[in-house]
């Protein structure tokens, strides 16, 4: 048996290989055992299924957006990344490419299409690939549609976001910018590490012509203008002979330390091997390229996270938990990630200080930074209208009675919120001592009525004039309606604000006593994302904002679990929906119920579901079949994608994941416990059967801790979840279907 290949000359035979003739795969570069075909004349030898497929692809090919030279099939040799002239996608492997101009495509867009699809290319092609000379780059910068989707290998070099949409690059250089980013790249730049004079972006000498030193940047010790800076410009003061590269540009002195007299500044693993000739200068070990470090860039000293006593543990006062040092977070699939402190866009990529029981996340620098006070009184602005004693304070748009001062020495006093701001209350503040019910004699908060209020505070102005309102003055008061939007970060919260009697303008505390430069800037995803729309769940258009209180629980009405961080909210009907509830497909399928689709609704079931046999107890949303009456809740709607099936028992398992767990706070009805061990399934992935109502933990199916696959040459080991980059969005390898990124996997190690 043979087979012909359009890519090489000869005819290749069917032959038998042992695992000592040490022969490898001239495609995929892996190790040949077994059966396999192989030209005896050339030597070339080829798996069965990297022969089959190159069966069909010619040796060459003219594309119709590169119709003067020929493109040559490319397949020999091992995987090599590679970005389309077309598509501007990451790939490797198989590709097409020209001898003479470097243009390569990937096989999708090598034969996509017929000869109007060619025809619109082209003149999309005409029209969009223009090409721009951009001041931050030598060679000129061609407009791309990027169209990689769930598989970037490239982030912008100046915001450091993935690619999406319209982009300027170099694909020579692997230098990138979103359309709307190359216009936000400064051309002097104040910056801290050199506050004497401004730093000018532009193309310095990589070795200086008077001196004939290599020029250095000051950040990371590497050459400006070496390496991936070669063709890039970089900041400079010539007259201090100071330069930082454009990445080392975007860096702070953040976190002030008793360790160091400087600000230290944080420096993350996205640097790479640009840190590995760092040594820490309290241990003297040599930092590993992957890890995090604090530098002082005024003394040229590094430390590790764990040398700068930077605690496992911390408090602070806007967070009433204790709040743990975790690993990079990405919180949700929305792409932009921010602090809870100081509410300002985070880097994905940065340890964090994180809160396990109300997902609250923090930078680094913000959690242990003890300048953090409370907001206080513009003394520009109108005078507060107050009788205050050494130990009272009577303000009637506070509190209708006189507030009492303490040092918080009681415990009954602690752990408390301010009722203004609604943060934690720590040290000094006022409280009303009437509103304190006494039980035997000790006195108690009455959760409904009891007042603490921070010392600064106490004391805002009653009025102010705000840079974001000027036509009118804003004036305190409590949010007597209810819940509230803030018109500038779009946080809803309880408490009081600063409102507009005329506009009704609304300030929360924290923005209306925020400095002008600590305001956050609209990212470019913020005015992509729809603040208002229409649902079909609900009767009203619904507002998008951000619910951070973890004291007052609000369910998604769709869902019914605790709405925690983005959501769509109804003003008028206080009604609450996850954002990820509101991208629900409104269809799916699943194996279980194939013959017919399962629609996503929104009403009242009194039937249990089918998967997991709780009921249905509140008006929300769940897929059900129209034809067959069989209805789930939208966790077990997701659980149901992929059967497994065992020997040890006679149906399919279903894998109920991370989407199922929390589900068990929601319904106590779907305690479920393991037919093997009699022990709970709360809280941790099983397996279900649906047709014997019974369920088996991971071990109990048993699953084993080893596979060999045929799709793959390595043992596959079974992990509790994997996250292999930053990315929104994860695949399983061998179905290329989305998976969670906290579902168990089978992983290979090599």
Known sequence: MEIKLASHEHPMDYH???????????????????????????????????????????REITHPLHSHHHLVLDWSGP????????????????????????????????????????????????????????????????LYKFSSAGETDYNCSWC?????????????????????????IPKTLNHPFHPSHPLRLGFHDY????????????????????GKFKSTASYGCQKC?????????KLSPTLKHECHNHNLTYVGRTFGKRLQNFRCHSCRELFSGTRSLYRCVHCDLNFHLKCVSVPPLAENRYHRHPLILSKPIREDEAGECFCDICEKERNPTHEVYFCQE???????????????????????????????????????????????????????????????????????????????????????????????????????????????????????????????????????????????KECDFKLDLKCATRAPSERRASTSKEWERETELFHFSHNHNLIFGNYPDTLRQIECRFCGLQILGPTYWCMRCNWFIHESCVRLPEEMRVPLHSQHSLTLKYSRTLEGCHACGASFCWNGGSYGCKDCGLHFHIACAISLRRPLKRDSHLHRLYYFGAHFHRFFARYPSAELSCCRCDETCSGQSFYRCLECRINFHIKCVPVPQAVESKIHIHPLVLKDFFT???????????????????????????
């Open 241 to 249: 002979g100071f330069y930082l590269d454009i990445d080392c540009a």
């Open 160 to 184: 450091d976001k993935p690619l999406t949409g319209t982009v300027y690059g170099c694909k020579g250089c692997s230098f990138f910018l979103h359309e709307f980013c190359t216009d936000e």
């Open 358 to 500: 109300c997902t609250f996340i923090a930078h680094i620098e913000c959690t242990l930074n003890r300048t953090e006070a409370s907001p206080k009184p513009d003394s520009s602005s109108a005078p507060i209208f107050m009788e205050q004693t050494e130990t009272t304070l009577f303000r009637p748009v506070l509190h209708v009675h006189p507030l009492k001062f303490c040092k918080a020495t009681d415990e009954i006093l602690k752990h408390q919120r301010c009722t203004l701001c609604r943060l934690d209350v720590s040290g000094p503040r006022y409280f009303c001592e009437k509103c304190l019910h006494e039980r035997g004699g000790v006195f108690r908060p009455n959760w409904g009525r009891s007042v603490f209020v921070h010392e600064d505070c106490a004391k805002l102005a009653d009025e102010i004039q705000h840079p974001l309102h000027p036509q009118h003055q804003l004036f305190l008061s409590a949010g007597a309606l209810g819940l509230i939007l803030c018109d500038e970060c779009q946080g809803i919260f309880l408490g009081f604000v600063y409102r507009c």
């Open 207 to 226: 070795v200086n012509s008077n001196t004939r030193r290599v020029l250095y940047c000051e950040a990371c010790r590497n050459d400006v203008g070496g």
């Open 16 to 58: 038998w290989f042992h695992e000592s003739d040490y022969k490898k795969c001239d495609k995929c570069r892996e190790k040949i055992c077994g059966a396999a075909y192989a030209c005896v004349r050339c030597g070339f030898g080829l798996h069965e299924s990297c022969a089959k497929s190159l069966q069909h692809l010619p």
């Open 79 to 142: 995987p090599r990344k590679f970005t389309c002239d077309l598509c501007l996608k990451a790939s490797s492997g198989t590709n097409y490419g020209c001898c003479r101009c470097k243009f390569e495509v990937d096989l999708a867009c090598a034969f996509a299409g017929g000869d109007d699809h060619w025809t619109r290319m082209r003149s999309d092609a005409a029209r969009d690939h223009v090409r721009i000379q951009h001041y931050c780059h030598r060679h000129s910068l061609i």
């Open 724 to 750: 292999e980059d930053d990315s929104e969005k994860y695949y399983c390898d061998a179905c290329e279907e989305e998976r969670h990124p906290k579902d168990h996997v089978y992983l290979c190690k090599e």
